[in-house]
C-alpha cells in the first residue's frame, strides 16, 4: 500500500518505521517543522501493524493516510513484511536500499536499533546496512518492479527513540508545533484511544498520549524548551564553531 500525494516521490527527508504510528511517536514534530520550512518529507512504513491488538489492516491503512494528510507528507508507502515477524535479513536490507535508492533522501530517520520492540530493533538494524548498501556503486539491487537501482548516498542517518531513551545526540524543539503532532496521534484513534482488551498487557503504558505527551516534555528539559523530539546520531555530527 502506497499512499501518494504528489507524483514525483524524491524526499528531503525519509522517515522509516516498522509499524504505521512509529514516525508519530517518534518524530511528528520535527516532521511538521521540517515541512513548515519547505522540506520534503515521506514515511516508509516496514508492516501494516496486522499483529496489533487493537484495529485491523483497513482501519491502520485509513489512520495512516489521515495521518499523513496533518503532516503534510509527500508520500507513505508500506513494504507489508510480517508484523511481530521482522528479523535484520538481507531480504529485508535490500528491500530498505531499493527504497533509499528510489525515494533518494538526504537524511533519514528510523527506529532505534537497540529498541526493546524486537521490530523497531529489526528495522534499526536493516536500516543501517541498507543505508550503506544504498550508497555502493557496484551493490546490485533489484526493486519491487524487478528494475535494477541507481545507487545513492544519504547524507545523514538519525534513530529516534520509541521506548529505551539512551545517549542522545540532540533535541528538537517541537514547543509550536506540539499540538500537530498529538493531531497526528490522534489519528491513530484505534492505537491511542480506543477501549482497551479486557485482559491486554501493554508493552509501556496503558495511557500512551499521556505517556507521549511526558517523554516530549522531558526531551523539552535537555535543551530549556517546554517540548521536544530527541535523536540519536549514527555518527558523529559534523559541526562548526559557530554552532557550539
Same mark, same amino acid.
Given at each position: 500500500?502506497?499512499?501518494?500525494?504528489?507524483?514525483?516521490?524524491?524526499?528531503?527527508?525519509?522517515?522509516?518505521?516498522?509499524?504505521?504510528?512509529?514516525?508519530?511517536?517518534?518524530?511528528?514534530?520535527?516532521?511538521?517543522?521540517?515541512?513548515?520550512?519547505?522540506?520534503?518529507?515521506?514515511?516508509?512504513?516496514?508492516?501494516?501493524?496486522?499483529?496489533?491488538?487493537? #484495529?485491523?489492516?483497513?482501519?491502520?491503512?485509513?489512520?495512516?493516510?489521515?495521518?499523513?494528510?496533518?503532516? #503534510?507528507?509527500?508520500?507513505?508507502?508500506?513494504?507489508?513484511?510480517?508484523?511481530?515477524?521482522?528479523?535484520?535479513?538481507?531480504?529485508?536490507?535490500?528491500?530498505?536500499?531499493?527504497?533509499?535508492?528510489?525515494?533518494?533522501?538526504?537524511?533519514?530517520?528510523?527506529?532505534?536499533?537497540?529498541?526493546?520492540?524486537?521490530?523497531?530493533?529489526?528495522?534499526?538494524?536493516?536500516?543501517?546496512?541498507?543505508?550503506?548498501?544504498?550508497?555502493?556503486?557496484?551493490?546490485?539491487?533489484?526493486?519491487?518492479?524487478?528494475?535494477?537501482?541507481?545507487?545513492?548516498?544519504?547524507?545523514?542517518?538519525?534513530?529516534?527513540?520509541?521506548?529505551?531513551?539512551?545517549?542522545?545526540?540532540?533535541?528538537?524543539?517541537?514547543?509550536?508545533?506540539?499540538?500537530?503532532?498529538?493531531?497526528?496521534?490522534?489519528?491513530?484513534?484505534?492505537?491511542?484511544?480506543?477501549?482497551?482488551?479486557?485482559?491486554?498487557?501493554?508493552?509501556?503504558?496503558?495511557?500512551?498520549?499521556?505517556?507521549?505527551?511526558?517523554?516530549?516534555?522531558?526531551?523539552?528539559?535537555?535543551?530549556?524548551?517546554?517540548? #521536544?523530539?530527541?535523536?540519536?546520531?549514527?555518527?558523529?555530527?559534523?559541526?562548526?564553531?559557530?554552532?557550539?
Amino acid at each position: 500500500m502506497c499512499i501518494i500525494l504528489y507524483m514525483d516521490r524524491n524526499v528531503d527527508i525519509l522517515i522509516i518505521g516498522a509499524h504505521p504510528d512509529d514516525a508519530e511517536v517518534g518524530c511528528a514534530g520535527t516532521i511538521i517543522k521540517a515541512v513548515k520550512s519547505g522540506l520534503t518529507v515521506g514515511v516508509l512504513d516496514i508492516t501494516r501493524g496486522e499483529a496489533g491488538s487493537r #484495529g485491523d489492516i483497513q482501519t491502520r491503512a485509513l489512520e495512516a493516510e489521515a495521518s499523513a494528510n496533518i503532516l #503534510g507528507l509527500k508520500f507513505r508507502d508500506n513494504l507489508c513484511m510480517p508484523d511481530c515477524g521482522l528479523i535484520d535479513s538481507m531480504d529485508g536490507r535490500e528491500k530498505i536500499a531499493a527504497k533509499l535508492r528510489q525515494y533518494r533522501p538526504k537524511i533519514v530517520f528510523s527506529t532505534a536499533p537497540f529498541d526493546r520492540h524486537p521490530d523497531h530493533a529489526a528495522v534499526g538494524d536493516m536500516v543501517k546496512a541498507a543505508f550503506m548498501y544504498s550508497r555502493l556503486k557496484n551493490r546490485e539491487i533489484i526493486d519491487e518492479n524487478g528494475q535494477k537501482t541507481v545507487c545513492h548516498s544519504a547524507e545523514r542517518l538519525y534513530f529516534y527513540p520509541m521506548h529505551e531513551v539512551e545517549n542522545i545526540s540532540f533535541v528538537i524543539d517541537i514547543t509550536d508545533v506540539f499540538e500537530g503532532k498529538m493531531e497526528a496521534i490522534k489519528a491513530f484513534s484505534s492505537q491511542f484511544y480506543g477501549k482497551k482488551i479486557d485482559g491486554y498487557l501493554p508493552i509501556g503504558t496503558d495511557d500512551y498520549p499521556h505517556t507521549i505527551a511526558n517523554r516530549a516534555g522531558y526531551f523539552g528539559t535537555f535543551i530549556r524548551k517546554k517540548y #521536544g523530539e530527541g535523536f540519536i546520531a549514527a555518527s558523529p555530527l559534523i559541526l562548526e564553531v559557530d554552532d557550539l
